[in-house]
């Protein structure tokens, strides 16, 4: 019984959403991220919940800005893996983050209030940021790659159907 519990715990906290309920309840509805990045202006003083690949963390002395990839969410706030983004924004957090834990390629997501844009470059090409100053924000779990995969087919994944379940049923008979 006691083992049931701990696998019902873990299973629960392993889908547990990055942002507090409470947060995400304080969320506008109305908000599309693809008109955020198409007019910021527009959504300045609206709560919002983004996430992506962090570009690179500055500091300040009053603040510190991340620079982020937009990825879409799904639903326990973990970001999807394709290659789709509206583009970049900034996460304005007030005070220090370290910029060697806030790396550039982890993920993160957050929430908080648009609080306009800034303007910057992306290389050579000017860009205009939405910035978002958060509430709420969580690096996410960097996904580690077993080293020890094993596929079930080894050694007959080349074979069709019939032939991979004859691996040992060999008989001979003499008649």
């Known amino acids: 019984m006691r083992v049931f519990i701990i696998f019902i715990l873990l299973t629960f906290t392993a889908c547990a959403h990055p942002i507090s309920k409470n947060t995400r ?26 996430g992506g690949n962090i570009v690179q963390t500055r500091n300040f002395p009053d603040k510190s800005e991340i620079e982020v990839v937009q990825k879409s969410l799904d639903t326990y706030g973990n970001l999807d893996s394709g290659d789709a983004t509206m583009g970049r924004f900034i996460f304005r957090h ?6 060697e ?3 550039n390629g982890r993920d993160i997501v957050g929430a908080g209030v648009v609080v306009g844009t800034q303007a910057g470059k992306i290389g050579d090409r000017n860009y205009r940021f939405p910035v978002i100053e958060p509430e709420e924000m969580n690096l996410l779990p960097e996904a580690v790659e077993s080293p020890y995969y094993y596929d ?4 007959y994944y080349f074979y069709g159907f019939p032939y991979r379940h004859h691996r040992h049923n060999h008989r001979h008979h003499y008649w």
Do not use: N, Q
Not at 94 to 99: C, K, M, V
Not at 152 to 155: G, H, K, L, S, V
């Open 94 to 99: 007030r005070g220090y983050l370290e910029s």
């Open 101 to 103: 834990v806030y790396a």
């Open 152 to 155: 079930p087919f080894y050694p």
């Open 25 to 50: 309840a304080a969320l506008d509805p109305s908000v599309s991220i693809s008109g955020l990045f198409e007019s910021p202006d527009a959504y300045v003083g609206k709560r919002v919940m983004m």
